[in-house]
């Protein structure tokens, strides 16, 4: 568990990062990432084998502000000569990384991500992250220091694009 206190508008709030069961996970993803599938659409087959965390108010353990489900799987065939050492590293990728509409830019998801991050590489071993991010949303990750690698590709009629980053 991880404590941490962000400025959001006038008033400073204490939020809690915890590991969390997968069903905890389910209602976030579905309003933020699918709201018009079914909900066991953002349910995932490996799920039970996931390590999920969640974000909460420390005043309230009720309903997460941010999720995120971390997975040991290797990322498909990196061909980029500058990354090709990282092929048959240990790997972890994270899916179904989802933040409340009013609580996104305020650092949560972005705490949430880092602490991913951290537990893929100490609880883990791993010494990759990855994932399958739309594509809009490249530059974030970029600014978190992940980077793209292979060609986009699409998930219905969204464009996705793989980013990674070093543990």
């Known amino acids: 568990m991880s ?9 400073r709030e204490s939020f809690v990062i915890t590991k ?36 909460f108010s420390s005043e309230s353990s009720i309903a997460p502000l941010a999720v995120i489900s971390v997975f040991l799987e290797q990322p498909p065939g990196i061909h980029e000569p500058e990354l090709s050492e990282l092929n048959g590293k240990p790997a972890a990728r994270f899916r ?3 933040c409340q509409p009013e609580y996104q830019g305020q650092g949560i998801g972005t ?32 600014r978190r220091g992940m980077r793209a690698f292979g060609n986009t590709f699409f998930k ?4 996705y694009v793989k980013m990674l980053s070093v543990l």
């Open 96 to 98: 179904k990384f989802a």
């Open 156 to 159: 219905g009629d969204i464009e």
């Open 3 to 11: 404590n941490l206190s962000l400025q959001l508008g006038s008033a």
């Open 111 to 142: 705490s949430l991500l880092r602490h991913a991050f951290e537990a893929a590489r100490a609880e883990l071993a791993c010494a990759v992250i990855w994932c399958d991010a739309r594509v809009e949303t490249k530059g974030w990750y970029e």
């Open 20 to 55: 969390i069961e997968v069903d905890k996970t389910i209602t976030l993803r579905h309003t933020v990432l699918w709201p018009h599938k079914p909900i066991s659409y953002v349910r995932l087959p490996e799920d039970d084998m996931g390590h999920h965390y969640a974000t």
